[in-house]
């Protein structure tokens, strides 16, 4: 049974910090490029950042490129993004995702999706 146990949401003012994690099981972690698509109110989901495991390259949106940063920890099976200098336009739902091999902006490409985890940024 495949499963991305995501968390770390929260709510934070304008300019700060917070960092998300992403567990994955019941997947050869290394098959995998993991990465967050989020979803704001009224919109269609985005691709924010992915780490392909096979050759450790990486993709981050232009919006969140310089702010965001995106690691794995091998052993734990865990990916983290680190998102710091959040905007009131960062605020959405943030759902961790697995594709094969490569990362991908499309949706229709990505294999599994974890739930949900709400980042709120007040102005």
């Known amino acids: 049974d495949v499963q991305l146990q995501a968390s770390g949401g929260g709510l934070v003012q304008a300019g700060g910090s917070l960092s998300l994690s992403c567990e994955a099981s019941?997947?050869?972690?290394?098959?995998?490029?993991i990465g967050w698509f989020r979803q704001a109110p009224g919109k269609g989901r985005e691709g924010v950042s992915c780490?392909?495991?096979?050759?450790?390259?990486?993709y981050y949106a232009d919006s969140v490129k310089g702010r965001f940063t995106i690691s794995s920890d091998d052993a734990k099976n865990t990916v983290y993004l680190q998102m710091n200098n959040l905007k009131p336009e960062d605020t959405a739902i943030y759902y961790c995702?697995?594709?094969?091999?490569?990362?991908?902006?499309?949706?229709?490409?990505?294999?599994?999706w974890g739930k949900g985890t709400q980042v709120t940024v007040s102005s």
């Open positions: 995702t697995a594709a094969a091999v490569f990362c991908t902006i499309q949706v229709s490409e990505i294999h599994y």
């Open positions: 019941g997947i050869t972690f290394d098959d995998y490029a």
């Open positions: 780490i392909s495991r096979s050759d450790g390259t990486t």
